[in-house]
């Protein structure tokens, strides 16, 4: 209500507060965020020009990527958080058909369907789950008061659980569990209670041996038993992590210099642009560019979660916690998978690896984060 | 869309969220240690381990074989020389499944058995990443095959390698020898080092003996592969240093005409230049084609060259003992000369036979079941060399005695290994009573003496041993080591004359004029063959008994099987009056010294009198046909 009744006054200021507050502001750009943000990029195009082997367009065709991504993330900011608010629901609905679209209409590759083809335009319905998720839960939370009873915490799994199953089927684990944990974050956030957390951890331990059993696939439990113990197959499922052991390890303190990776430049590093694309960093640039890369990482969560803190709404500060978080999860995921500790589940390391639909993602999400950070009645007061 | 309105507690929704937001933050924090701690050990920690693992993933060492020095004659005919040849090797650490692989090889192309039972050997001994070996000299169309095959069979190489490649076949087999593929004997016995990859070591002959000089060393390169294992650049290079080109003293033309003379016949031809002890010529026949043994001789041309009655495999030239026969004649009669036992004017009677005094055993001479007489009623030496009388020499023998007699014609280098540049030479034996005491356990008796006079009974001497005793005649007691090497890319090689027999010039010329005789007088026993002669040669007929006769048989040509017949034997020297080549011919079961006789005046004749066809010759005879067998385009000749 206090949100509500703050916002009509608005209108009426708007003109007069607009002349004062500075530029970013009324771009509703987050200028540490942008700066940190831009850092980043500007690192992943050299670590990336080395990863695919020292290739021009391929530079090039990254860098119009975020182009467009920072239009997107600007876009984004620019919305205001009602509006979100307003439209998550919809765009959920959307999501989901969608994702049963590509279940009958898909197009794939490698025995997983995952995208929608429109007019020669392929795209993947489930990056927009990335989004919307949280906002969905956030938009269904916000109106029934925190920390949320019960039921409204069975019917917000039930949100998780109906885009994350569908993905699971295409299927797509490493998306399905960041989607998953992009709604499970709001709860979080929220202050869901420690005893649902707990509960919940039992029964995912518990679960575990059905899942095993029914949901995995064959090349999901390979990547698993691979991870336990990538000595089995030195040549096969092995190769990848052993390949990228010794390309971060190799790499020491120094680095042995910007594209004189041995491991990646010579093609032993497999996925050497996209996914394991750390391991050149960590080659190249040794644990000095590992330990920058992690300080610009933290540096832009820590960020997150300051607007987090310091947004004014509670459907912001839902948003602004789980992207923030979803975005540490991609660090944790890829980081953890290339250095050997978690299973390789096919999360890019965010803003660096090559690809497009990732870094539009991401920024979108960034701009989202901006525009709570933005949202007039956050800074304003 | 409606909002419900709920009466919300602002304060205290901050304060769960700055409780989870924080407690969010310090997860991060601690996950990001973790995410740092496990970074830090594999690049602080483990960080030796993991470079030398990303050393050995991306650095090979690569030899690099060098490249076999080449063999030519003294005219620069290329006699071994090297060419590309195409190699099917596996990097056994790039393939997943070799027996897969393999298999399907074998439907490609065909694979022997010895290829593959190579191939497994090799396997045992390579470094990793390795390319081993399987299949040599792959056609075109394997070659095409392969290459569009290659994709689903990844560790699969084709390369280019140069090897030994024998131009003229079976004519120089025996002079020059032949490379083969280094079997398991020899790879323990080589430095491995020094042939990383190469596949190929002297088996024979003068590529045996001079293998040091023609491997030449080996050069390596670091070279980073991919991981696809093709090389992407050099990191460093240590040129490999080619083999020495040796030039022989063989002479291509020489060597051909005393293969066309010989004509089939099993027997052996050895020239020498006397001035420098260089072997002009090194037959043996019949020969076989070197190329077969290059990359590994089939079991089934192995089989008939091995089982073969001719034995094309033994080297007769210097492997072949054969008893000299008369052709010692010459040096028996120096010796009688040296020993003051004998003038030229001194003679001997000769009815045709001899006996031991005190012994009825009569000793035949070989003109005896020709003419039912001797010679001559008495016999000088003059006569007793010119037409080989050997009553002459049983007498000289006996007065001689064995040990004297051993020690005289040990100067002409019997009786031990000439030490000529080749392999598997023997030695030969010239008897003595110390020798049949040493490898026979038995005394000597009297009337082997007598048969050691005319050069039979123990007696036995190689081809190139009468080669270089002729030689000795030729310089007036000039040992010459003989030698097939004659320059080390275009330095020469002189071995160095050690005079052996000191004597005074009267009984050099008196022994030589008795040897002139033997051709250019109306009874010398190879006056056939004088004929035209447009120079003068000093030469002795031989002829060795393969069986024992009886006694009081009389041997009779017709009556013997071929290979009980005697073998027929020359030696000799020209110009007689400055000689530039001595020679030495054996025909085994020719029947006589007339089956040997003209094989060398066709190969003085070619020394001396024909311009020598260098031109001709030194074009690569089987270069510009295709899948010819080398060498048959001469043979057609």
Known sequence: ?381 | MPQPIHLKDPGGDSRIFIARTLFSALLVLALMGMILARYYDLQINDYEIYRTQSERNRVQLQSLPPKRGLIYDRNGVLLADNRPSHILSIIRERVDDLDATLGELQTLLPISESDLENFQQKLQRRRPYEAVPLRFRLTEEERALLAVNRHRMPGVTVDAQLVRHYPYGDLFSHAVGYVGRINEQEAERLDERDYRGTFHVGKVGVEKFYEDLLLGEVGYQNVETNAHGRVLRVLERFDPVPGADITLHLDFHLQQTAVEALGGQRGAVVAIDPLTGGVLALVSTPGYDSNLFVNGISSADYKILRNSPDVPLFNRAVQGQYPPGSTVKPMMAMAGLQSGLVTPETTVADPGWYSLPGDSRRYRDWILKIRGTGHAPRVDMHMAVAESCDVYFYDLARRLTIDRMHDYLLGYGLGQRTGVDTTNERPGVLPSTRWKRDAMNQPWYPGETLSAGIGQGYMLATPMQLAAATSVLATRGLYRAPRLLRSIAGEPQLSDPRETISAPPAYWDAVHESMVAVVHSTRGTARKIGEGMRYQMASKTGTSQVIGIAQNAIYVESEVAERHRNHGLFIAFAPYEAPTIAVAVIVENGGGASAASPIARAVLDAWLVDEAPVEEASGDASGEVPGQAPGAALVDE
């Open chain 1, 1 to 381: 209500m206090s949100d509500y009744v703050r916002q009509l006054q608005i209108p009426g200021d708007s003109s007069d507060l607009s002349r004062r507050a500075p530029l970013a502001l009324r771009l509703h750009l987050d200028l540490p965020l942008l700066l940190l943000l831009t850092l980043l990029t500007v690192f992943g195009l050299v670590v990336l020009y080395s990863a695919a082997g020292q290739k021009m367009a391929a530079l090039i065709r990254q860098g119009q990527y975020f182009l467009l991504a920072f239009c997107v993330m600007f876009v984004a900011a620019q919305i205001d958080l009602k509006r979100y608010q307003r439209w998550s629901p919809w765009f959920y609905v959307l999501g989901v058909m969608l994702l049963v679209g590509v279940m009958f209409f898909g197009v794939g590759a490698k025995g997983a369907q995952r995208w929608l083809s429109v007019g020669g335009f392929r795209f993947q319905p489930s990056e927009i789950l990335k989004l919307v998720m949280p906002l969905t839960v956030a938009w269904y939370l916000s109106s029934r008061g925190l920390p949320p009873r019960f039921k409204y915490v069975i019917a917000c799994l039930l949100l998780v659980a109906l885009p994350s199953g569908l993905i699971l089927m295409q299927p797509d684990l490493g998306t399905a569990l960041l989607i998953a944990a992009s709604g499970l974050f709001v709860l979080f956030v929220a202050g869901i209670g420690w005893s649902y957390i707990l509960g919940a951890f039992l029964l995912a331990c518990l679960s575990a041996w059905p899942v095993w059993m029914y949901v995995l696939k064959d090349y999901q439990k390979q990547r698993i038993l691979t991870l336990l113990n990538p000595e089995s197959d030195k040549l096969g499922a092995g190769w990848n992590i052993i390949q990228s052991k010794t390309a971060i390890g190799s790499g020491g303190w120094d680095g042995k210099g910007w594209l004189n990776g041995t491991q990646s430049q010579l093609d032993f590093l497999p996925e050497s642009h996209t996914d394991f694309i750390i391991a050149v960093l960590a080659e190249e640039f040794g644990m000095r560019g590992v330990l920058a890369l992690m300080s610009i990482y933290l540096l832009i969560v820590l960020r997150g979660f300051w607007i987090t803190v310091r947004a004014n709404s509670n459907f912001g500060r839902m948003v602004a916690g789980s992207v923030t978080l979803t975005f540490f999860v991609y660090i944790f995921v890829n980081m953890g998978m290339v250095a050997g500790l978690l299973p390789v589940v096919g999360v890019p390391l965010p803003l660096v690896s090559a690809g497009g639909t990732s870094v539009v993602t991401l920024m979108a999400g960034f701009g989202l984060l901006m525009a709570v950070a933005t949202a007039d009645s956050g800074r304003l007061r």
